[in-house]
């Protein structure tokens, strides 16, 4: 009934009004009304008929703008529209009620006591943006890095490279960094305390829109600006910190003017002090600056990767949310070139069936929802532009869920046009539902071929592949013939470098020398990081030559997915912090097997003497097979030390009891369900290991062996 009253013709508004008033309201007060019961509640209207109300109705909006209505009739409009984005949002926000919460201060008090992080420094009062990981931590971190070597570089076959962290200016200067690696900061006009100006914008519209006293209208504009928060320049957000009177978050003083910080730590290499360099940003720039030797490596077969995994630096403006925001981190990058001209990939059809949530730029700009398909309609319908993206976007997604990120709080999102580095033509981040909000895990650009031109452009230097041309190509080329003594006699050891700038430049830049010269008799040319004066007597000619071509030169462009691993680390630990049903005091960890720090617990009943040897052996042979495992030994009750080993994401635990010593058999308990069954020594090692490695299922162990229900011997 409500669908039908939605399909009213606008002219009959009057005699609607009533009627639909009391329908919505209706539906609202069945969502908020407790016990809420979400099959009664969308028995009538599911989120997706409100969700397409809610664009339909814009759609007559946007209409009747452009059609110059009478007043009542666009405010009625106007007022309907209203009407259909409270019920959807009081659906959407019943349906959120719904979602399992996280209690942060409990899941942050069994980190820090399990060290699996803590501050780095804590003795000395720590400083921000600095962690470090223990035991757990290191070990979950290791897991991670093996299992992402497996499933993309042994698996894409990639070219794994290690490069410094240091890294001089004039490498960063090229790729565009020095100059644009910034983030937009404010700053506390008494105090002088720094704040990252989207960040405390975003921060103070959250906390105007819970407040009471603000108008439903005002609400949806700031809505409106919060879902393009990274869309806006430094003007922008300089005037909306103004417009909504935005202060010092703990002064309340007033605020400076915008300003851009540069986020790289600076440093000089050398006792002199006069190389200057930084701790590196990014790990990209060691693949680059390396691609003629990888692809020599490759026997110069094109497309290929390269792979980096190893620490960065960025001197955050106000560190913040754990693991989340840090100054030093670990990436793991890949950089797949490719034919600017051929972005399709071979293996895309093994995952076009994949589905994916996607949050395009356009979604983001209109507030329509996520679209929900597989990676192969993304790319027919035009939301993904190649198959190449299409296909590390999947084969991301599959990484992350086999690490433990639960699907349902995954999702791509696009960049927006300002939002975009200064090097990415296009780029999606995957990210993760955690109690901090949506958090970027892995960004995945288009870099186009961006950073090879900058870096050949500096050095002077072709960063080019080759395509042998089935039948050869003749064509007209502008040729630049320079005068050797005169070019030698200006400019010495540099006369090669310009030379080579000169051959490198295109047929469009060739035709604007020969004008210059024509005209001024002299030209500034770029030489790396210099500028040089080309004067006319240095050019011998500028004239068309044909030229048959047996090979085709390209620039590649490059696909770079890259990973946050600490990011992605601390995204696990939340998303799978979990209370015990009827215990809210027992909290325990569901980390894959495949990634858990200790893949396996054994635990004797008691401290009896006989249990030693048993226990011994048994960890002895988990070693063997390569599967780290911890003895608890110590006098608790069994059911206690379960518990601990739960919270440590320990996926199974064998224990010794007096029929081990008996029968030569143990228990084997599975963390999840703490069901456990009874396996014979000789066996156990091996099933621990197949359990561990994917190669059986807890249900494989149950149908396998009997289910354990208590002691024969006592």
């Known amino acids: 009934c409500v669908t039908a009253a939605w399909s009213f013709k606008l002219s009959y508004y009057n ?14 007060g069945r969502l908020l009304k407790p016990p809420f019961s979400l099959s009664t509640a969308m028995s009538t209207v599911s989120v ?212 851009e910080f540069n986020l790289m730590f600076g440093t000089s290499i050398g006792p002199t002090g006069l190389l200057r360099g930084f701790m590196r940003p990014e790990t990209a720039q060691g693949i680059f600056v390396n691609f003629k030797r990888l692809l020599e490596y490759n026997q110069d077969k094109m497309p290929f990767a390269g792979a980096q995994i190893g620490q960065s630096f960025r ?26 001209e051929d972005k399709s990939h071979p293996k895309f059809q093994l995952v076009s069936g994949v589905p994916v949530r996607l949050y395009s730029a356009k979604a983001q700009t209109d507030g329509s929802k996520i679209l929900e398909m597989s990676v192969g309609e993304a790319l027919s319908t035009g939301v993904l532009q190649s198959e190449t993206m299409g296909y590390f976007l999947a084969r991301i997604q599959q990484y992350l869920i086999a690490v433990g990120i639960p699907p349902n709080c995954l999702r791509f999102r696009q960049h927006m046009g300002n939002e975009m580095a200064h090097y990415a033509c296009d780029c999606w981040d995957a990210e993760c539902k955690t109690t901090y909000g949506w ?89 790396g990081d210099i500028s040089v004066e080309i004067t006319s007597d240095m050019i011998s000619s500028i004239q068309k030559v044909s030229k048959t071509e047996h090979v085709r030169e390209f620039v590649p462009s490059v696909i770079e997915p890259s990973f946050g691993i600490g990011r992605i ?65 110590s006098s608790g009750a069994i059911g206690r030390r379960y518990a601990r080993t739960d919270e440590i994401g320990i996926p199974f635990g064998i224990t010794v009891d007096f029929d081990t010593v008996k029968l030569e058999t143990v228990t084997v308990r599975e963390r999840n369900t703490c069901s456990q069954v009874r396996v014979p020594m000789s066996d156990v090692a091996s099933l621990i290991h197949k359990l561990c490695t994917e190669q059986a299922t807890w249900s494989d162990a149950k149908a396998s062996y009997p289910e354990f229900v208590g002691q024969e011997t006592i």
């Open 315 to 340: 001197n955050e403006i106000s560190p913040r949310s754990g693991l989340l925001r840090v100054r030093e981190f670990c990436q793991a990058e890949i950089e797949h070139f490719l034919d600017p």
């Open 48 to 259: 997706e008929q409100l969700q397409a109300a809610v664009t339909q109705q814009g759609a007559i909006v946007r209409k009747l703008k452009q059609s110059e209505p009478s007043a009542d009739e666009l405010a009625a409009a106007i007022e309907e529209l209203k009407l259909r984005k409270s019920a959807l949002a009081a659906a959407e926000k019943a349906l959120a009620a719904l979602e399992p919460q996280v209690d942060r201060a409990k899941f942050e008090n069994c980190m820090k006591r399990r060290f699996f992080y803590g501050a780095s420094f804590s003795l000395y009062g720590g400083v921000a943006g600095l962690f470090d990981l223990g035991p757990a931590g290191c070990a979950l971190k290791a897991n991670m890095i093996n299992f992402w070597r497996n499933h993309f570089v042994v698996e894409e076959n990639m070219l794994e490279v290690e490069c410094t962290s240091l890294t001089p200016e004039y490498v960063l200067k090229a790729s565009g960094h020095v100059d644009r690696f910034s983030d937009y900061m404010v700053k506390d006009a008494k105090t002088g305390d720094c704040y990252r100006a989207d960040h405390l914008l975003e921060a103070h519209l959250e906390k105007q829109l819970g407040s009471k006293g603000v108008s439903a209208s005002d609400k949806e504009e700031m809505s409106a600006v919060l879902r393009q928060i990274d869309n806006y320049g430094m003007q922008e957000l300089g005037d909306l910190i103004k417009k909504y009177n935005c202060k010092a978050p703990v002064t309340g003083n007033e605020l400076t003017d915008i300003g």
């Open 439 to 527: 958090v970027e895990i892995v960004g995945c650009a288009d870099r186009s071929c961006y950073d090879l031109n900058a870096h050949a452009k500096a050095t002077s230097t072709k960063l080019v592949a080759q395509q042998r041309l089935e039948n050869p190509v003749t064509r007209e080329v502008l040729e630049v013939a320079v005068n050797k003594a005169v070019l030698g006699k200006a400019f010495k050891k540099q006369a090669g470098a310009v030379t080579a700038t000169l051959n490198a430049l295109s047929d469009v830049e060739k035709e604007d020398l020969k004008e210059k010269l024509e005209s001024s008799d002299s030209f500034k040319l770029s030489v």
């Open 569 to 633: 680390l601390y995204c696990i630990l939340e998303t799978n912090f979990k209370v015990r049903e009827g215990d809210e005091k027992r909290t325990w960890l569901d980390l894959p097997p495949l990634i858990a720090p200790t893949k396996c617990s054994v635990l004797p009943l008691s401290s009896h003497s006989d249990f030693i040897p048993y226990v011994q052996r048994i960890s002895a042979d988990l070693r063997k097979l390569g599967i780290p495992n911890k003895v608890d030994d």
């Open 15 to 28: 005699e609607y009004k009533s009627y639909l008033r009391y329908m919505i309201r209706s539906l609202i």
